[in-house]
């Protein structure tokens, strides 16, 4: 079972492994790195797909984005998909 959490604009999800992703327009990120109060996060087909997509946080805030997804949506794995 997934759990959900919403932080300002921000969702979400813990993966099966326990691992804390990032949904953002119903793609999953997970964190690469934190540098300050910026977190890094990398889609999660970068290896997989070689996708470059990648979002800065900080704080409640998204900071900066590049989608370029060079994949389908998560949409299908993203199990309650009525949270976003
Ligand atoms: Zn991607």
Known sequence: MCK?????????????K?????????FL????KKCGSQQFWQCIYCEK????ARVITSGEK??????LHN?????KIIKN???W
């Open 49 to 52: 797909t070689k996708c470059r």
């Open 29 to 32: 990120f997970h964190l690469d």
């Open 18 to 26: 326990s691992n804390l992703q990032l949904i953002v327009d119903g």
């Open 71 to 75: 994949h389908q949506p998560h949409s």
């Open 62 to 67: 998204m900071e900066k984005r590049r989608s």
């Open 81 to 83: 998909e009525s949270l």
């Open 4 to 16: 959900f959490s919403v932080l300002g604009f921000l969702r979400f999800v813990w993966s099966e």
